[in-house]
């Protein structure tokens, strides 16, 4: 059974940093893409990063420049590390993977808040 799990978040101050992991595990093979969506109260699902084997990366505007992305095919995960943190970026964050070639999955999630 294949399951992603993310870590890493909290509570941290505006400008402060943050790096988020998802790891995968199971019987995983291949992960050829990694992306890391948030969701904030009240508003839908937005994509923040993606990564794929071919090292394409992809962030939204919001994030450029403050966010990384990356990824350790040994180990199956992906991170990302959140630096000059807003209030704005206060969400919970998912990570999304495309795994064996075959399938998506979602993570459970993991809560980042930025306040003062």
């Known amino acids: 059974q294949v399951q992603l799990v993310e870590s890493g978040g909290g509570l941290v101050q505006p400008g402060g940093s943050l790096r988020l992991s998802c790891a995968g595990s199971?019987?995983?093979?291949?992960?050829?893409?990694m992306s890391w969506y948030r969701q904030a109260p009240g508003k839908e699902r937005e994509l923040v990063a993606t990564?794929?084997?071919?090292?394409?990366?992809k962030y939204t505007d919001s994030v450029k420049g403050r966010f990384t992305i990356s990824k350790d095919n040994a180990k199956n995960t992906a991170y990302l590390q959140m630096n000059s943190l807003k209030p704005d970026d206060t969400a919970v964050y998912y990570c999304?993977?495309?795994?064996?070639?075959?399938?998506?999955?979602w993570g459970k999630g993991t809560q980042v808040t930025v306040s003062s």
């Open positions: 999304k993977a495309l795994i064996n070639g075959a399938s998506w999955y």
């Open positions: 199971g019987s995983i093979f291949s992960i050829t893409t």
């Open positions: 990564i794929t084997s071919g090292v394409t990366i």
